[in-house]
């Protein structure tokens, strides 16, 4: 029984290990952040190297990108994308906005703080974030996921309702 | 014996050799834009991340045999691909049954892509079947050139009368010219990968598959990437006498694909289609004429 419990961990540990080289990103650009991005991705920063793709539909995705402000009409999206994304999944908060609202602090269409409505794993600090920092946070969670604290779909699911609730009373669903 | 143990491992070497062409295009174009690059087993670790998903979304049962008809029928093709000294399955099938199986996976790609009833899946998948039409024409032409110039249609016996640098692509230019379009069109890269398009429809067939199914859907496309470079290495670069020599020219295919590849911008589907129907056609029609007035 130890055994077998022992091969189990070191299955998932090497498997992690192998995960942390391919993500591919979903990145959602409804905020200035997205600016940021293509000299991440091009000939400069080259995030490539890292196996840190840029995809186009939720379904293939592993990281959301959700690059900057979130108003409570895209909030909406948000949730419909990020739930359609197959787990493990992870979200990187990028941007001073995704934190407490950034310059949108006193805004009555922004949703201030993320992670009250989706698990953020990795915030990326900044007003703009630079591609170094991006990289940064990208490198954050290949530790993480490498350490397996990256649990951030877990969490959701275990407390879906808690979640559930705080979006429910931004959107009034 | 050993040419039905050869049979069951080649699917296993076709896919890594495909593995290994992949992830040596993605390096080189990295190399083209100036960057590093991911390393070259990405591809590999792209397919175990993906078939390591905790969950995955289903749209019924033909969205989950796409894939599987679609690795299946790449497993099949390669069987009919002759490797050198082996004949494998070609005493039973020439060239003429090749072009028909080498259809049937994205029949069955597009059948399971149909189900999961997103307007952009059924817009690629008539992309993807318009394209083929396109393409398959200059490809059966350049193809029956040399049925015509050998008098066989045996893949296997083409690959032994080119030996010797008697290759078609120095003896035939103009056919092989053609069947490298036809070849280039079938690999679906720029100009003509008006069939996955991110920026049009969001990788067309694939828009919802995701996890273990799109891993599947990986390995069949790396198992198809050996395909069509073997194909074009028997038919004009003379196959090779042992297994090096061929992933080598191979390997000389891709190099030469990818060169086109990251320089072009993209045809719409039309366009792709009324290109492959002029020039690639013409050219292979006046290859033809050429063996017919010529002789062998």
Known sequence: MELQETLEEGYVEILDHLRKRSLWMLHYCTACGAVELPPTITSRFDAERFGIAPFV????????????????????RLVTVYEQMLPPKYVIGFGSCTINGGIYWDSYAVVKRLDLYLPVDVYIAGCMPTPMAVLEGFRTLMKLIDEGKANGWRKYIENYDYYKANQRKVLKW | MVEKLVLILTPIFAFFVGIFLEGFKRKMVARIHRRYGPPLHQPLLDIIKLLSKKENISHGVMFDLGPVIFVGASILTVLFLPLPHFKQLTPYGDLIAFLYIMVIGSLGMALGAGESGNPNASIGIARALTLMLGYELPLIIAGNTLVVRYGTTDLYKFMTLQSGFNWNLFLLPLTAIAGFIATYGAMGEHPFDTVVAPQEVATGPMVEYGGKHLGLLMIGHAIQVYIETAFFTILFLGGASNIFTFILKQLGVII???????????????????????????????GLLIVYIGGK
Do not use: C, H
């Open chain 1, 57 to 76: 539909t939720s379904r293939q995705s592993d990281i959301l990108l959700v690059t900057g402000y979130i108003n409570i009409k895209t909030l909406k």
């Open chain 2, 256 to 286: 030469v694909m990818t060169l086109f590849d990251t320089v072009f911008p993209r045809f719409r589907i039309e366009n792709a289609v009324r290109y492959f129907w002029r020039w690639p056609t013409l050219i292979a029609l006046l």
